[in-house]
């Protein structure tokens, strides 16, 4: 029976990397994410179902005896322990279920890593996963060369609009996974002695990888400010190259062919390589642009922090209360530093209120996310991972094709943390470095480099009775996880409902029954990102009633005041499930702010308490001073509007928005000339914006404007 677990379990992982860089969904019920993260998590609750009957059969569990695992056990406790002492306790630990830097998806990852070590120690599955692979990138490679000569509208499935759109997430991580492509053909060909059919295919593989690495402009390395000063991803494939050549030449030097079974030789293709990344890191963007073009890829570029405001905001963390210094704020809460200490230079770019959940890499954030003490955790697993696999390399071994599966999956191990370390790719990456790191631990085990040590509990009944209620606990706490992901997969499903219904909504019937599914999803997660959509849905509504002139105002009057109030109390829960959410303060303000023209009462001093809190949560935001200054405008204070807007401008002098209403209040006030200033000041700014210059032609012919503070801010201004 172990035998059949064994080979069921590793089929399950084979399976598993040919179905995630590949699968996608066409619906609009699931996410991307999800459609990645639902199968990885399947294949890990069923495999370490099998694995709990397998040690229950043996009697007995082999731990592994080394510090690397130590390491690989430190860092997701950290991550339990940072979501516990977070801000926002639940999405730190869960969140919305699809989201990469959880403590449920880091501890299905190392989970993850060290059942592929337990079940995939035979050379026969690692070869199968690595054909695998290989049958994966092909099918992509040839996918995005049809796409790349056809146009964008070929095989799209109504998903992929884009010529960089890919199954496996941003172009990004297809030139990621191009290098792992690369590094596994170079081994292959340059280790082993294979056949004409297996020899071209490698080759193939060789050619496609570089042609995807060409073809985008993927910046690796960003130093300093700039960045134009960068690197591109074929400076690391430059690296790993001219490692693999010297090491291949070094081993095989001053050897006869009997001895290692392939002789003195020059490794052709790796020089190829290197030569190949030498080429386009020297030529840099100018090569790779005209690579680019001439595909029709067009501009890869991403929205992404530089070194120094990561590195600035690690700083920051470290000086922090102690809690924080030592355990972050909590995973997936990098945004909510980003916030509180955000640079004010920022605020004149088009980023200014981009709400960026990750520094420049990964682990990089981690210092932010799970603090000094996860960043330590993660840097010991690193450097262990690069002590094992150096000393593997240079041990005695006969075998060459063990000495092959041993130098593929370290290298490609170490290709692929070194992309974590300096950018955050998507979940599909994620998930191929722990496959191929728990395939590189499985051939050190293998190899009997890494050691285990053997408890046996069926010899004892004290042992058995602790050894049975460990093994029923673990599997209790294993359905509590699936459960919990499952009620968030399912609430992710009726919020694609929801938007379903509201892209076909005609009537205020309509999207009250696009709520229903909303609400439901609430029901299962209660995620403060449900309840600020309910309210500003419910705050559409209000609108719509507003501006409704043909319903008797009686009628009018009711519906007013139900659907107002099921906004402000949407707005207020919002609060409630994330009180140190700088959105859930903004949604509370603007539903709460839109009673005070009507001359509700008590409406302007909650809404600008709101507006302040919210200041405290984003202080260098010039959004909250504008907000505020439109309270203000609207409550009839134009002078303190103005100082607001002043306050604006200060933090952000291109703001058009509070230029346009800075225009708006001074028309109203019969300061036509300095009105018609400042919205050519705006229009300046935003050329393509007719409803400025709309203004501006209606000041120039009428004496005197109403004051409007309708203004509605706009990210790109």
């Known amino acids: 029976m172990e035998k059949k677990i064994n080979t069921i379990a590793s089929y399950i992982f084979i399976s598993l990397i040919f179905i995630i860089p590949l699968v996608f969904s066409v619906s609009a019920l699931i996410s991307f994410q999800f459609s990645k993260i639902i199968p990885f998590f399947i294949a890990i609750f069923v495999v370490a179902f099998l694995y709990i009957i397998f040690i229950f059969n043996e009697g007995k569990i082999a731990i592994p005896w080394h510090w690397f695992f130590a390491a690989s056990a430190f860092v997701p406790l950290m991550y339990f322990v940072s979501a516990i002492t977070s801000t926002n306790t639940t999405g730190s630990l869960l969140g919305t279920g699809a989201e990469l830097a959880t403590a449920s998806t880091i501890g299905g990852l190392f989970i993850f890593m060290y059942l592929v070590s337990f ?243 990964f682990i990089v954030s981690t210092i932010v996310t799970v603090g000094i003490l996860g960043f330590l955790g993660w840097l010991a697993f690193l450097l262990l991972i690069l002590w094992l696999g150096i000393r593997a390399l240079f041990a005695k071994n006969k075998d060459p094709f063990s000495q092959y599966i041993l130098a593929s999956s370290f290298l490609v191990s170490v290709y692929l943390w070194i992309t974590l370390v300096v ?179 008590g409406y302007y001093e909650e809404a600008k308490n709101a507006y302040a809190e919210a200041g405290k949560l984003n202080p260098k935001s010039p959004l909250v001073p504008f907000l505020i200054a439109k309270l203000e405008a609207d409550n009839k204070n134009m002078d303190e509007a103005k100082n607001k807007i002043g306050e604006a401008l200060t933090l952000k002098s291109n703001y058009v928005d509070a230029i346009v209403l800075l225009g708006r209040i001074q028309a109203g006030e019969g300061k036509k000339d300095d009105a018609i200033v400042s919205l050519t000041v705006a229009l300046s700014i935003n050329p393509e914006n007719q409803n400025i210059q709309t203004m501006i032609d209606s000041l120039k012919n009428i004496k005197t404007v109403t004051p409007s503070a309708t203004s509605t801010p706009s990210k790109d201004n």
Request: no cysteine.
């Open 119 to 361: 079940f995939m120690r035979s050379k026969g599955k690692t070869l199968v996963s690595y054909l695998t692979f290989a049958a994966v990138f092909v099918l992509i490679s040839l996918f995005h060369t049809l796409r790349f000569i056809l146009g964008a509208d070929f095989l799209s499935f109504g998903v992929f609009n884009s010529i960089i759109s890919n199954t496996l997430g941003s172009f990004t991580d297809l030139a990621i996974f191009s290098g792992v492509a690369l590094i596994l053909s170079l081994t292959s060909i340059e280790f082993l002695r294979i056949g004409k059919t297996i020899r071209f295919i490698s080759y193939l593989v060789l050619g496609l990888s570089l042609v995807v690495l060409a073809a985008t402009n993927f910046p690796l390395f960003i130093f300093g400010v700039d960045p134009k000063s960068s690197l591109s991803l074929f400076t690391l494939i430059g690296i790993f190259a001219l490692i693999f050549f010297v090491y291949f030449v070094s081993s095989t030097y001053g050897t006869k062919e009997k001895e290692t079974g392939l002789g003195r030789r020059i490794p052709y293709a790796s020089l190829v390589v290197l030569v190949i990344s030498l080429l386009f890191t020297l030529g840099g963007s100018t090569l790779q642009n005209a690579v680019s073009s001439f595909l029709k890829v067009g501009q890869t570029s991403e929205a992404r922090l530089l070194w120094t405001p990561t590195y600035n905001l690690s700083v920051a963390t470290l000086k922090d209360l102690p809690l924080r210094t030592f355990v972050g704020y909590g995973p997936e809460q990098f945004s909510y530093k980003w916030m509180l200490s955000k640079p004010v230079d920022i605020n004149n770019s088009v980023l200014w209120n981009t709400p960026f959940s990750q520094g420049t890499g």
């Open 423 to 601: 950018y955050a790719p998507n979940i599909t990456t994620f998930i191929i470095t722990f496959f191929f790191t728990g395939l590189f631990l499985a051939s050190l085990f293998r190899e009997k480099l890494l050691e285990e040590k053997v408890v046996v509990f069926d010899k004892s009944k004290g042992k058995s009775f602790v050894f049975i209620l460990g093994l029923i606990l673990t599997l209790l706490l294993l359905l509590l996880w699936g459960y919990k992901l499952g009620e968030r997969f399912v609430a992710s499903t009726y919020v694609g409902k929801t938007n379903i219904a509201l892209s076909r909504a005609q009537s205020m019937e309509d999207v009250e029954k696009a709520k229903v599914f909303l609400i439901s999803a609430r029901s299962l997660a209660n995620q403060g990102l449900y309840s600020q959509a309910l309210a500003l849905i419910t705050l559409s509504q209000v609108n719509t009633i507003l501006n409704d002139n043909k319903t008797p105002d009686e009628t009018l009057r009711q519906q007013f005041q139900s659907t107002y109030q099921s906004a402000v109390s949407y707005a207020q829960n919002t609060i409630v499930n994330n009180p140190n959410s700088f959105d859930a303060y903004i949604t509370y303000g603007n539903v709460l702010g839109t009673a005070v023209p009507l001359g509700f009462e």
